[in-house]
């Protein structure tokens, strides 16, 4: 088997060195010997440490090198949206094997990817794409096929777990946490795909389209990011026995009509530390399944890095490899099913809402008032003195409320309208509550 190797940068030379170490078990999984044909990368001249390779085999000359005969599989760990997908659909209408890390474009354009490999009538595998080593996207794909999965809920990015977790270990503020995961390595240069959730909405776009056989892609994740999540909303999270996680969540569900849909959102939400997600910290990624058969599926590890990350794509290229060999091809794309996604604010969510409110007569009635008005139901209340301690700050009260499931756009108008009583001093808190409490 020859093997393109495009981009050699934390992944790509964790899957050189690896390649190297452990030739003779992967040619006797595969049933033949693996060799490297070339690798493509930007910089002919960078230094690449004591990588084990014939510094012959690097090229810049990406599609040069995947349109070459020799070469049956290429493994592309470069990113970012073009030129990848030029040389993967280029590689996959060729009748190649393509295994990928590229969430991204997977995410922006995997139906490009999908199409272009049943008219090559090669394979498409990108377990490395969500949760780096955790082996999720093969028992999404193969394992489960014989269940019905209702809902995905995950922790599927390393950076954002890891600025949490500090914020709920030190009460760090998020600038601060930040600046930690950044010095330790975790949050690189540009954190803005990280904390934004581009980097997790990529994820459950992919999940939600292996769980529910249906094309989703990134434009169809409601994405809210970690930046606005402030010291308060983790201490407010932990006086409910709550942490906030940045989760994406693929969820069944049916319009008013009864039809069947999906929704599929990335957002920082408290979960109780009751919840199997709570105790996931630092960097590490975990995804909850839930199917119908099978009931809960936990499945945890590291979700980046590159020596995770290259496990998982060499997984994939002794898998195509042995495919190729057999004269087989994996089954194609699961699309058939093809369920409407449903858009943000009929999403169904639970709000925790802090407010700093006039201490008087008929306060809570005004408040209940806005959420009966919107029709959400309110499942607990608790007010104490504004500021927390015995004698507060005299004329306000801290007013904490939980809802019960409403639609999403019913709870945000709720949130607006009392955000223009003048009886509300300030909502100082909105988080979304998931897994119950
Ligand atoms: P790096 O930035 O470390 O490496 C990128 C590599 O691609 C470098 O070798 C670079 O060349 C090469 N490259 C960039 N542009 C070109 C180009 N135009 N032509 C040829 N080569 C090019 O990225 P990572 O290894 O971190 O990530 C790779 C992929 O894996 C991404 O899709 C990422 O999302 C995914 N991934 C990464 C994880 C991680 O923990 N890092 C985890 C899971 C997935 P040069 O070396 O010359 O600069
Ligand atoms: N930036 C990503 C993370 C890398 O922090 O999880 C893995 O996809």
Redesign the pocket.
């Known amino acids: 088997m020859r093997l393109a190797l ?7 030379g964790e899957v050189v060195r690896l390649l190297h170490e452990q030739s003779a078990d992967l040619a006797a999984r595969i049933g033949a010997p693996l060799e490297i044909a070339g690798i ?5 001249g ?1 230094d ?1 440490g004591d990588l084990p390779v014939d510094p012959a085999l690097f090229t ?1 000359d ?1 599609l040069g090198l995947i349109k070459r005969d020799d070469v049956d599989v290429v493994v592309e ?4 949206i073009e ?1 990848a997908r030029g040389w993967l659909v280029e590689a996959l209408r060729a009748g190649k094997s393509v295994v ?6 997977l995410a922006e354009d995997g139906a490009a990817l999908h199409d272009a490999t049943a008219e090559g009538g090669g394979d498409l595998y990108y377990e ?2 969500v949760a ?1 080593a955790i082996p999720l996207l093969r028992p999404l794909r193969e394992s489960l096929h014989g269940d019905r999965i209702n809902r995905v809920t995950g922790i599927v990015n390393g950076t954002t777990n890891f600025i949490l977790s500090a914020m709920d270990a030190t009460g760090a503020g998020f600038a601060e946490a930040l600046e930690e995961a950044t010095e330790l390595g975790y949050a690189e240069a540009d954190p803005t795909a990280d904390v934004e959730g581009f980097d997790a909405a990529a994820k459950a776009a992919i999940l939600a389209s292996l769980a529910f056989h249906t094309r989703v892609g990134a434009a169809d994740v409601h994405r809210e990011g970690i930046t606005e999540v402030t010291a308060a909303d983790v201490a407010s999270a932990k006086a409910m026995g709550c942490t906030i996680k940045l989760l994406c969540i693929a969820a069944r569900g049916a319009d008013a009509t009864g039809r069947e849909t999906v929704s599929v959102r990335v957002h920082p939400a408290m979960i109780p530390l009751a919840h199997p997600l709570a105790s996931v910290g630092d960097a590490y990624n975990a995804v909850f399944v839930e199917a119908e058969a099978a009931g809960p599926l936990m499945f945890y590890g590291r ?4 020596a ?2 290259a496990s998982a794509v060499l997984g994939d290229v002794v898998a195509v490899s042995r495919n190729r060999l057999a004269g087989v091809r994996a089954a194609s794309e699961s699309a058939y099913a093809d369920l409407p996604v449903r858009p943000m604010g009929e999403a169904l969510t639970r709000y925790h809402i802090s407010l700093d409110v006039a201490d008087r007569p008929g306060v809570l009635a005004a408040v209940a008032g806005v959420f009966a008005r919107h029709d959400v139901s309110i499942a607990t209340v608790r007010q104490g003195p504004a500021g927390g301690g015995a004698a507060g700050r005299g004329e306000d009260a801290d007013l904490v409320i939980v809802t019960h499931v409403a639609p999403d756009a019913a709870l945000a108008a709720t949130v607006r309208e009392l955000r223009g009583l003048d009886i509300v001093r300030s909502v100082a808190s909105v988080l979304r509550v998931e897994g119950g409490l």
């Open positions: 495009l981009g050699c940068g934390t992944v790509g493509a990368v930007r910089r002919l960078r690449r810049t990406a760990v470069v990113g970012g030129p990928t890390a590229n969430k991204a474009l490395a794409a780096g979700g980046a890095g590159g995770p990350t």
